[in-house]
């Protein structure tokens, strides 16, 4: 049995946070399954995705979904298996463009990880501590991100931050020797 235990994986834009998550879920021993969130809806960002797609290379199967993150999860955690969730920040931008409830969304995913018997490595972007944004919409995103991300850290036993590819553990329970 694999030891990787349910994980966030937090860290700002291009901190190593991704590639991070992946040497986590790729180092397990279990099949690794890669929940995206991100919607191909530009160029650029299609080119974001295939650069993902190749860093991970083959033997990870790949579910792509924007908003139901929750059904997801609850179809693909299985024994032998662990998930990574790359990435709740567009998740969260997803469900407030969908006009959806962050909250009432974040409350359903703690529940779920509350019954959750399977290891999934959540990877999400630290906004707060850059500058403040310039619009009201700018900064609601960035308030429900940081509660976001403090309802899953309290919710999951191990948050990590990483920043300049390093990671520094913020939350992990004390391995017991025998």
Known sequence: MSALAT????GGARSGKSAFAETLVGDSGLAPIYLATADAGDDEMKARIAQHRKRRGNGWHT???????????????????????????LWLSNLMHAERDPEVEARRLTRFLGVAQHPI??????????????????????DAQGRLNQIVAAAVP???????????????????EN
């Open 121 to 142: 490595v959540f990877v999400s972007n630290e906004v707060g501590m850059g500058l403040v944004p310039e619009t009201p919409l700018g900064r609601a995103f960035r």
């Open 63 to 89: 579910v792509e979904e924007p908003l139901a993150l929750i059904d997801v999860l609850t179809r693909e955690s299985r024994t032998g298996h662990a998930v990574l969730v790359d990435c709740l920040t």
């Open 7 to 10: 994980t966030l994986v937090l």
């Open 158 to 176: 191990n948050v990590v931050f990483v920043a300049a590819g390093l990671p520094l553990w913020l939350k992990r329970p004390s391995v017991q």
